[in-house]
């Protein structure tokens, strides 16, 4: 099974991306194991610390359980380097071309950030269908879904931005929805208390919100 395959059957089974800001391997690599224990096991780091990269290598050797990925990718230099640390795919907060060929030619995913409906018809046109639309809320939200999902057929959104356990029932019930991604998952108060508890069972309830959902077990 390739990557895409991979994480896309991931994602039909617990739609949730939780996104990790870190400056610490040590603690990124225990918030990624909390969140695998608590179901989520594709986990995005996002390249915003002088540290990412490492923690992104850390959890790539340490969690073989979690599927990894580099988020916050704005060039291509920052591209090689999350692909030298291991990451399985690739996520980026706008469309940037370079970017997304790039990552193809390395036979990664790539899940670029759109907002309107001229960047997802160039998405479509680079050959993607799998889309970040980022920043969710404040891009139009559902209703914006809905309009984007009703004419371009074929092509699934990972809403990003202003998600929290609040409202992600409503996100994951627009059949546009592949996946959500979020930091509420991973709350700066937790992870400096070294709660790493709470962090597993924010994941559980993200599961268990979706598996009410979607149907599924």
């Known amino acids: 099974m390739n990557s895409s395959a991979t994480i896309d059957a991931r994602l039909r089974q617990a739609p949730v991306v939780p996104l990790i800001q870190a400056e610490d391997p040590d603690v ?3 918030t990624s194991r909390a969140l695998a224990a608590g179901g989520l096991t594709v986990i995005e780091v996002v390249l915003r610390t002088p540290e990412a990269i490492d923690c992104l290598k850390a959890i790539a050797r340490e969690v073989p359980e979690a599927m990894v990925g580099a988020g916050t990718v704005l060039g291509e230099s920052q591209l090689d380097a999350a692909v030298r640390a291991g990451a399985q795919f690739i996520v980026s907060p706008g469309l940037y071309p370079p970017v997304v060929q790039a990552a193809q030619s390395a036979g990664l995913p ?12 160039n998405a479509w046109n680079l050959g993607l269908r799998t889309l970040k639309f980022f920043p969710a809320s ?23 931005g202003g998600i929290s356990a609040e409202n992600l029932a409503d996100f994951l019930q627009q059949p546009s929805v592949l996946a959500c991604g979020g930091s509420w998952l991973t709350p700066k108060s937790a992870i400096v208390a070294g709660d790493f508890a709470a ?3 924010l994941a559980f309830e993200a599961v ?3 598996q009410k959902v979607r149907g599924l077990k």
């Open 208 to 210: 268990a919100i979706a």
């Open 28 to 30: 990124a690599v225990r």
């Open 138 to 160: 404040l891009a139009g939200g559902i209703p914006m879904l809905k309009a984007l999902g009703s004419v371009f057929g074929g092509v699934s959104f990972m809403p990003t």
């Open 110 to 121: 790539i899940f670029p950030g759109v907002a309107t409906a001229s960047e997802v018809q």
């Open 199 to 201: 962090i597993s069972q």
